[in-house]
């Protein structure tokens, strides 16, 4: 009788991995690289750069701002301290906000896009 393929599995994988050669190895792992690769392209690194440019929008912020907070908020920035930020929400109303609660800095109506 001869033994099937099924009843000895790591037997017959090791013999196609020996006779596969040196390229057997590294191609098999190729869908996996390409995959992170892309991954890391199309997800990733937009990521990091949205927040580095957010990073920058929060350090340049000065007195007169107009920002947008995370809960919608539209309001002028009084004072930036250290980790947060004084908004005028309405005149004669100041609200402390943490600064990584800024979302966007809106454009003034003369400001170029």
Request: net charge neutral; aromatic share 4%; hydrophobic share 50%.
């Amino acid at each position: 009788m001869t033994p099937s393929l099924a009843a000895e599995p790591p037997m017959v994988l090791m013999q196609l991995a020996q006779d596969a050669g040196p390229m057997g190895a590294l191609s098999s792992f190729m869908p996996i690289l390409l995959v992170v690769g892309i991954f890391y392209f199309m997800v990733i690194r937009p990521q990091n750069q949205a927040k580095d440019e957010h990073q920058k929008m929060l350090s340049s912020l000065k007195k007169g701002d107009e920002v947008v907070t995370d809960g919608g908020l539209i309001a002028a920035v009084v004072e930036v301290g250290d980790g947060f930020v004084r908004l005028e929400i309405a005149p004669a109303v100041i609200a402390k906000v943490a600064l990584d609660a800024v979302r966007a800095r809106r454009k003034a109506a003369g400001e170029a896009a």
